[in-house]
């Protein structure tokens, strides 16, 4: 069965996210003062073929540990719709 | 009879009719609506094309193909080509720019060359004015620096210019060179009926479809939003696995002929390739791989995704190729086969849906365009009053300072072959143990806006002293050409009398031609753009003999080459042979050792160039503008821009004035390298705080 | 004979096998990553590039492919890795180095000459050089910002694991200004700077042959 999965990638809370800071202050200087706290994040979408959700997600958790996402600098989350 | 929807104009549409001898369905419209576009046939400009010399004994490949080839050594050739993506880049710049760069690699390749380097030439708005300039600048330069370094080729040189007349219409010429050796060139041609058609690279899609067409027109303020679907996206990753598996491919001798795909797509490669050959093709459509679902035949056959490539395989030596290109993971598919009927027919489910003889797509029609001479602007001087405080002002203008904000973007060292790299007048780059190239590019579009032959004449004199400059000697040059609306009389007289005096220059320096590019209708809404022929000369020289700019040695005599006119604010004059007595006094010079530092002066005139001097070799000088023996204004003296000058700093200045005097080259002692001052005589100014001006000047209007 | 790893993408292979073949003199091949058989390899270079054109992230697939388990045996083995620029970030996400490579904070590509100082003189690479010496070599990279957790990088710091920092100021973000890094048993360094641009005069300088030759010289001595 077809499963939907979305996937949040996010860069660690201690390391800095230049390219979320300039574009903060760009929209600042373009006039949108009242912007604060932009970030910005990576969403990976795919199709998972598995029995269940709970599967899907299990199989993605998989794929994020071994290669989607680099656990020194990143964190994630896992979503099936 | 129904219009077709074609941009062609009405005599375009019976032209066609009449050489095909009935109507042409929709899909061979919509195909000779590319070729015939005036991207592809050069309809307007084929005529004073014809103008350029383009022949010599150091011509290997000649115009006509992808790229050309000219002559190093008994071994090697170097391929260079030269491209414009002035249109996509003023949409999307970042892909626009990437792209430019992709196409002109692709051109590279085909010709069994190895991409060794890129330059970038470029044109931008009024950036501390105008927003979108900035913009656009930003990211034109983030998408050359995306593709060049991670197809590692090096960007080792280029240029930019501001104005605002390039506000809306940003100009993006790229040159590639590339090292071949002489036995295995390859040409653009289906040699022998028999052969395979194999379509290599990316899957095709709906990527800047009529791509070509966009870029026969004027750019409107709704551009943006209707022409996005025209521009194409960039791989660089797949153009990397293009030439390694290429250069793989070329080891072997299993093919006949190679094109890139580029403008017009699908069509344009096939068609141009069997046609040089006097061959046909037969093309079975569904054999293209295809990214989308439900594509039209002209979508499929006219579509400008790129990353792709036309190989004629030899019959029967298809399986090593695929091998080849299975190594790498390149995706490949036969898809027609090398017919002796001269027709271009491509079918579909086993039916013609294109029938056409070569020549209806490979030969447009010749425009014979309108011309009205213009009058040539007032020369409007600028206010030196305040020397010191012109000076440093002009050292923190875009047009002057330091281009390091670009450069450093690009990795200008992948490949190990950069031995002079950017900041210097010419991109030096070894081949052998023994000899290298150096590659110049010149063209003051200001200067071309007063006065379109002078300018154009000064664009190939400036590349040739940046060679001169660094100790190299001419080969063979590429040319962009960058102009205005052609329908428009002023327009074209101006790429008229440009492409009749850079004709008269070349024959003069005796430099063939190998290959160039036409880009008009760079105009919005009617304003058009400064006219920019750009010319970029490919240069040879030893290795053990490359000069650079930088003073060496206190107290080394600094000595002026060259004859400093009153032209501050005009175009000014050029004249060959003075230009050639000039240049070979400063390679002879150079070849006996008997200089330390070299560079060729032009925006600025004397003060800057003296300036990038003292700022490379981190010496100041000391000179007195007043003592120079010109009868002009010392405001003249010091940034009058006229052509034909060097400046030197030797050990033995006498012995420099001697050789000039033999040479009926006029030179004349102005003073010493040394201390921590740039001294003019009128005014001094500290070397650290000029340099830190001229450093920030450009990046400080930048993110 | 030394083995340099291609990649699809890696485009420094032909620099780095130059500059051990033709300046240092050594015998050194291509091996592309599809021929997984590292055996007869004495050691093993990972040059820059673009590997699978840095997406996902840089050297991140690179560093899940097949070969790279060939790669880790001849570390543990303790024959010398080195892995250059994108090298650097495929030793990385393979786990054999601690640490990531993430974007520079200038958020731009940085291509240009930098001063490094010597932090470790002992490994396998770094030991033709003086500890506290100043070397200058090529930088090209768009994520060459280093970064590791505190734990680590008092590992590093505590056991001499640093191999240079950039001199200077830090054209990268790089923490505590790290421009490479070794593992415990100095057979394997991890570094952005390309030393192989860094071994001819005409082409800047000459301060990276000592890394090949070292590497070199401690091959002959096992």
Known sequence: MEQDIEIIVKLKEGLLNPEAKTIERSLNLLGY??????????????????????????????MCRRILVNPVIEDYTIMVK | MKRPNVALSDEEIELTRKRLGREPNATEWAMIDVMWSEHCAYKSSRKYLKLFPTEGENVLLGVGDDCGIARFDDKYGIAIGMESHNHPSAIEPVAGAATGIGGIVRDIISKGAMPIACLDPLRLGDI???????????????????????????????EAEFDNSFNKNPLVNVVCVGLVERDKIVRGIAPNAGDTMMLIGSKTGRDGIHGVTFA???????????????????????????????????????????????????????SEIVHKGGMGARIELEKIPLREDGMEPW???????????????????????????????????????????????????GKAIVDLPTHMLTDGPLFDREFEAMDRPKVKKPDVSDAKSYFMKLLKEPNIASKKWIYEQYDNEVQTRTAVKPGQDAAVLRITNKEGIALGVGCNSAHCALDPAEGAKEALV?????????????????????????EKPKAFWQFKVAVEALAGGLKSFNIPVVSGNVSFYNESDGEPIDPSPIVAVLGKLELDKIMTMGFKDEDDEIVLVGETKAELGDAPRVDFETEKATNGLILKLIGEKRVNSAHDLSKGGLAVGLALMAFKGGKGFEVDISKMGENIDDSEKMFSESNGRFVVATKDAKSILLAAEKAGVKAQEIGRAGGDKLSYGAFSVSL??????????LEELLT | MIGVLQFPGSNCDLDVMRALVDVVKTDAKLIFFKDQ???????????????????????????????????????KEGKPVLGICNGFQILCDSGLLPGALAKNTSMKFICKWVELGVANDTSAFTNLYAKGETIRMSIAHGEGRYFCDDASLRELQ?????????????????????????????????????????????????????????????????
């Open chain 1, 33 to 62: 003062k009242n912007v604060s706290q932009f970030d910005t994040e990576r969403v990976f979408l795919m199709k998972v073929d598995a029995p269940s959700a709970k599967e899907a997600e299990k199989y993605a958790d998989e």
């Open chain 2, 128 to 158: 501390k004015s105008h927003e979108r300039s900035k913009y656009l600048f930003e990211n034109i330069v983030k998408g050359i620096a995306d593709y060049g370094n991670c197809i590692g080729v090096p960007t080792v040189g280029g």
């Open chain 2, 216 to 270: 026969s027109e004027e750019l409107s303020s709704g551009s943006e939003e209707e022409s996005r679907p025209a521009v194409q996206i960039e791989d660089p990753f797949s153009e990397k696995l293009l030439i390694d598996s290429f250069m793989e491919i070329f080891k072997t001798d299993a093919y006949a002929g190679c094109k890139d795909l580029g403008g017009g797509g699908f069509s344009c490669a096939t």
């Open chain 2, 299 to 349: 979508e499929i056959l006219l579509s400008e995704t790129q990353e792709r490539m036309m190989l004629i395989v030899k019959k029967g030596r298809e399986d090593e190729v695929e091998r080849i290109l299975g190594k790498w993971d390149v995706l490949y598919s036969r898809v027609g086969v090398v017919t002796d009927d001269g027709r271009y027919v491509i079918t579909q489910n």
């Open chain 2, 462 to 486: 400036e590349a040739v002293r940046n060679l001169a400059a660094v100790g190299a000697r001419p080969l063979a040059a590429v040319d962009c050409l960058n102009f205005g609306n052609p």
């Open chain 2, 688 to 697: 650290k705080e000029a340099k830190k001006g001229w450093e920030t000047g």
């Open chain 3, 37 to 75: 058989d590292l055996s007869g390899l004495d050691g093993l270079v990972i040059p820059g590039g673009f590997s699978y054109g840095d997406h996902l992230r840089a050297g991140a697939i690179a560093a899940k492919m097949p070969v790279m388990e060939e790669v880790k045996a001849m570390a």
């Open chain 3, 158 to 222: 505590d056991n001499d694991r640093i191999a240079f920092r950039y001199g200077g100021s830090n054209p990268n973000g790089s923490l505590d200004d790290i421009a490479g890094v070794v593992n415990r048993e100095g057979n394997v360094l991890g570094l952005m700077p390309h030393p192989e641009r860094a071994s001819e005069e005409i082409l800047g300088g000459e301060d990276g042959r000592k890394m090949f030759e070292a590497m070199i010289d401690y091959i002959k001595s096992r």
